[in-house]
């Protein structure tokens, strides 16, 4: 067996042992080792567990012995944070479980192609106790190093990937789930419900890229509630401005605010929204936190729901990305993957999977 897949089979067992609520004792019984030890070693990588004692775990564990060996699954090894309007309630398991074989075939199947799945992301020296005109610097900064431009939104995603080697998916998220960040081992993600409004999908990438870059010294809760808790309010309100500063730059708002002097303030916030790929509201809130107006000097929260910057043509991103779908094209076509198991782990049928793969410019060698 090779350690990449005993220490896979260790850290699932581990967990799905401590997910059931049994000891090593009571585990140890039920696979027929003399003793607590043997199970220790086998949990800790130290022992290589066997065909027989591995089928006797997943039958005490309610598991298929795939449970354990499958790099096409993340078993519950991917940590999640999913922004939602509330509590989406059983629905989020189901799509944690789906978004986690996405990540872990990815990552497989890179490390299969010999590939680098992911580089080294910078973290941001920041804490709760971080002042709000920190959070508004480090957007700054990571907007200079990532060489967005004049308007972040257009190339964020593309600089994530190219970057820093953030796996940005756009997917079709439950009701009430806006985005959510990950990690898998070295792989970090983020993903984005493509059916959301277009300058909703822009903020919340650079939130979601708040709580990745900001992860190990302010671990966001699985449910990021867009109403938190007065303990994750700080958190959450350090994202709204790293994630304003990043999408609307001081340069780019005091610059334009220079010549908007003569114009109607609807008009101007109108264009200015559109050109930032960003809401009215949003902008609204920006020109207020940087001193540029004051709230009484800008059309009402009321007043901006009724201006149409333009109607949502209703276009959306193509499902997932260009990177996942031709990796897993390319497995699928060597025969490393099936394609039946390619669409379940896309939640696809065969059709919807030959499709997918035609709009990123790959195509099936047969028909389906």
């Known amino acids: 067996m090779d350690k990449a897949l005993q220490s896979r089979i260790a850290r699932r067992l581990k967990a799905r042992r401590e997910t059931a609520g049994l000891t090593q004792d009571q585990l140890a019984a039920a696979m027929g080792f003399n003793n607590r030890q043997t199970l220790a070693a086998v949990e800790a990588g130290e022992r290589a567990i066997k065909p027989a004692e591995l089928a006797m775990a997943a039958d005490t564990l309610a598991v298929t012995p795939d449970f354990f060996t499958d790099s096409f699954t993340a078993a519950g090894e991917a940590a999640f944070s999913f922004r939602a309007e509330a509590d989406p309630g059983a629905d989020v398991s189901s799509f944690e479980?789906?978004?986690?074989?996405?990540?872990?075939?990815?990552?497989?199947?890179?490390?299969?192609?010999?590939?680098?799945?992911?580089?080294?992301?910078?973290?941001?020296?920041?804490?709760?106790?971080?002042?709000?005109?920190?959070?508004?610097?480090?957007?700054?900064?990571?907007?200079?190093?990532?060489?967005?431009?004049?308007?972040?939104?257009?190339?964020?995603?593309?600089?994530?990937?190219?970057?820093?080697?953030i796996l940005v998916l756009y997917v079709d998220a439950p009701r009430g789930i806006?985005?959510?960040?990950?990690?898998?081992?070295?792989?970090?993600?983020?993903?984005?419900?493509?059916?959301?409004?277009?300058?909703?999908?822009?903020?919340?990438?650079?939130?979601?890229?708040?709580?990745?870059?900001?992860?190990?010294?302010?671990?966001?809760?699985?449910?990021?509630?867009?109403?938190?808790?007065?303990?994750?309010k700080r958190i959450e309100e350090l994202a709204n401005n790293f994630a304003a500063a990043l999408l609307m730059p001081a340069a780019t708002l005091a610059a334009g605010w220079d010549a908007s002097r003569t114009l109607d303030w609807h008009a101007w916030m109108a264009a200015t929204a559109l050109d930032l790929e960003v809401s009215l509201s949003a902008l609204r809130w920006r020109l207020v936190n940087l001193g540029l107006a004051d709230s009484s000097e800008l059309p009402s929260e009321a007043e901006l729901r009724v201006t149409a910057v333009r109607p949502d043509s209703g276009a959306k991103p193509q499902l997932f990305n260009v990177a996942l779908v031709h990796r897993i094209h390319t497995a699928v076509e060597?025969?490393?993957?099936?394609?039946?198991?390619?669409?379940?782990?896309?939640g696809l049928d065969a059709a919807g999977f030959a499709a997918l793969c035609s709009a990123y410019g790959r195509q099936l060698s047969y028909e389906v």
């Open 178 to 232: 806006s985005g959510a960040a990950s990690r898998l081992d070295g792989l970090q993600s983020i993903m984005i419900n493509r059916n959301e409004p277009s300058a909703r999908r822009n903020y919340d990438l650079a939130h979601e890229l708040f709580h990745l870059l900001t992860w190990d010294a302010m671990p966001p809760r699985r449910i990021d509630s867009e109403r938190p808790s007065s303990a994750d």
């Open 97 to 165: 479980s789906l978004a986690g074989g996405w990540l872990a075939t990815y990552e497989a199947l890179g490390t299969g192609e010999g590939a680098a799945s992911s580089y080294l992301t910078p973290s941001l020296a920041l804490t709760r106790n971080s002042s709000y005109e920190a959070a508004q610097a480090a957007a700054k900064d990571v907007g200079q190093r990532l060489r967005l431009g004049r308007v972040p939104a257009r190339d964020l995603q593309f600089a994530l990937e190219r970057e820093w080697g």
């Open 334 to 346: 060597s025969g490393r993957l099936s394609l039946r198991k390619a669409s379940r782990i896309l």
